[in-house]
Structure formats: structure tokens, C-alpha cells
């Protein structure tokens, strides 16, 4: 259901293509991509590889989508349901260091530009 994968050894695996709806976020599947790191970060942070891999897809995402769709967002699983008034899931989990993943992919893409 996810657009792309984040392994632990930061390998990334495009899973559908961009132009696919997946099934990662109801109300999402349409005008988002998935992104899943695999792991349970409720218990452990992910690795150093899958932060750098992650921000490394959506940056890429973002260069491509550049001007082409306005109000982009990065959204966690919790917040997408939130937004669509379901209860959460406890995802991504405590150890998910989602603040700092938005900072470093907002300054990478502004680098970028």
C-alpha cells in the first residue's frame, strides 16, 4: 500500500508507481505518497541510514513536485487521521523523530532550489 519502503539499512524500495493511489492513509491515497520506514519506533528510533533515506525520497519528491502541486504537507499516520477524524494508531511511534526529519527536509529543499 505504500509508495516507497525505508529499510533499517537505508535501502529504498519504490513500491508502486508515483502516478498509482496507494492505501497507506484513507482520505491520502489519492493525493499522497506512502512513505514506511520499517521498524517499530515506538520502542527504538530508526536508524541513522533510514533518516538520511527518508529525507532523501522527500526531497526528491518534493524537487519533482516543484510548482506542480500547491499546499504540500508531510503528514505522519496519526496526523492523516487525525485530519480525517479518526483515532490514532500510535504511529510513528515516541521514538520517531518526526520534527527533526521536517526540519531536515525543509532546509534540504530549500538547498535544493
Not at 39 to 53: A, I, K, L, V, Y
Not at 62 to 68: D, E, F, S, V
Not at 72 to 93: F, I, N, W, Y
Amino acid at each position: 500500500p505504500y509508495t516507497f519502503l525505508i529499510e533499517p539499512d537505508g535501502s529504498i524500495h519504490q513500491m508502486l508507481r508515483l502516478d498509482a493511489a496507494g492505501a497507506h492513509a484513507r482520505g491520502f491515497n489519492q493525493s499522497g505518497y506512502g512513505v514506511a520506514f520499517i521498524g517499530d519506533f515506538r520502542f527504538e528510533p530508526p536508524t541513522d541510514e533510514q533518516f538520511d533515506s527518508g529525507v532523501a525520497v522527500c526531497v526528491a519528491l518534493l524537487h519533482q513536485l516543484k510548482g506542480k502541486v500547491p499546499g504540500v504537507k508531510l503528514l505522519s499516520h496519526d496526523e492523516a487521521r487525525a485530519a480525517m477524524g479518526q483515532g490514532p494508531k500510535e504511529c510513528t511511534g515516541r521514538h520517531f523523530p518526526l520534527d527533526a526529519i521536517r526540519k531536515r527536509i525543509t532546509d534540504e529543499s530549500r538547498r535544493n532550489s
